[in-house]
């Protein structure tokens, strides 16, 4: 995480109250990010995954449905992260925050190259132990002008928190 990531994230932590609010509330909703050729053959070098469909923009216009390449699943899935930073708070007292996993992941629309995409986060789930906060997300990734997102998920994410000083509730 660079630097401005990191303020930008640190200037959306609440107290712990106030985070409580946000259960079931309405979703964070990043800003737009677009999936460009370049990225996804970053990602099949990084991953080892170059199937035509993802690079070799020519092939897959001619032998495929989605009239060019497309975005790895697992690319898409990955951009939960940054798109995260850019719109879920954090609890004050954070030192870290880990991904925990998932329970569940469908891709339900390809990301075609140059598409715009955004996550969408809405938090269903918390629990509080005295150092780390679990949180439970429905999570999505939206196309921008498509009728279905990429993909819908349901992921953990956990924070280790700063214990609470000694005149501190939590």
Known sequence: MSRD???ALRQRLVPMDVYRTYLGGDPFVSGWLTVDQSMIDRF???????????VD???AKAETPFGGTIA???????LLSTLAYDA??????????????????????PVKS???VRGSFQLVAVK?????LQSTWNASIEIEG?????????????????????????
Do not use: C
């Open 88 to 109: 879920m708070p954090g609890v004050d007292r954070t030192r870290m925050g880990v991904n925990y996993g998932f329970d569940e992941v469908r891709f339900l629309t």
């Open 57 to 59: 923009p020519a092939r």
């Open 44 to 54: 099949a070098d990084a991953t080892n995954d170059h199937q035509f469909i993802h």
């Open 128 to 132: 509080e132990r005295a150092v780390s």
């Open 5 to 7: 990531d990191e303020n």
């Open 114 to 116: 140059g598409a715009r």
């Open 146 to 170: 498509a009728p279905k997102p990429a993909l819908v998920a349901r992921w953990i994410t956990l924070a280790v928190l700063e214990p609470p000083a000694d005149d501190e509730g939590t």
């Open 72 to 78: 790895h699943g697992f690319l898409s899935l990955s």
